[in-house]
């Protein structure tokens, strides 16, 4: 197991920002969603913004735990599916939102329930990226996002410590 090179650490501000700029893409699609789907555990805090700046007052959710040794995508095992109602026509109308989509496995999984919803998602890798209908950043597959709920403050060292430059 090796950690991708580089780091993107995303604050609290940072991540509501971006969760607010996804809104505002999905405002610009003139479309109206019946309701959302949100990919646990990662896309109910995004879920919860688009959901008031949207209006969108019928929210479920489709819980999915993946087996991972931190970086390496492993077995998902769906804990609990999406309501019959929201699966009907092929989930048309839904929208279903995530954090990232990094190998875009898990989203080709949702998209296999729920066909013709829309996809949205906060962050984006390359691989991930054919699986998304709308996102807001695009980084590069050897970065890791850091978000702010599995962070705390800790010390930094000085940048010139240690630095032979
Ligand atoms: O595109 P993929 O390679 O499938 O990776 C993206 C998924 O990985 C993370 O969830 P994770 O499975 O770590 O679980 P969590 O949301 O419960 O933290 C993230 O929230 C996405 O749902
Ligand atoms: O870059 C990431 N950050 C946090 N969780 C993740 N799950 C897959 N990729 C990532
Ligand atoms: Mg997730």
């Known amino acids: 197991m090796s950690l991708p090179d580089k780091a993107f650490p995303v604050s609290?501000?940072?991540?509501?920002?971006?969760?607010?700029?996804l809104a505002w893409r999905l405002a610009g699609l003139n479309q109206s969603f019946r309701a959302i789907v949100c990919i646990t555990r990662g896309g109910l805090v995004p879920a919860a913004i688009?959901?008031?700046?949207?209006?969108?007052r019928l929210i479920d959710t489709v819980c999915i735990a993946t087996r991972h040794d931190y970086v390496n995508q492993g077995e998902t095992q769906l804990l609990k599916g999406i309501s019959p109602d929201l699966l009907a026509d092929g989930g048309a109308g839904?929208?279903?939102v995530d954090d990232l989509t990094d190998t875009g496995k898990t989203a080709l999984e949702v998209r296999e329930m729920l066909p013709?919803?829309?996809f949205a998602?906060?962050?984006?890798?390359p691989s991930g990226v054919p699986t998304i209908d709308t996102f807001v950043t695009e980084v590069s597959q050897d970065t890791w996002i850091y978000f702010p709920w599995d962070m705390g403050f800790t010390y930094q060292e000085p940048i010139a410590k240690g630095h032979k430059g």
Request: with cysteine; glycine share 0%.
């Open 12 to 21: 609290w501000d940072q991540f509501h920002r971006d969760a607010r700029a």
């Open 50 to 56: 688009i959901s008031r700046e949207l209006n969108i």
């Open 94 to 96: 839904v929208l279903v």
């Open 116 to 118: 013709k919803s829309h």
């Open 121 to 125: 998602c906060v962050y984006a890798k």
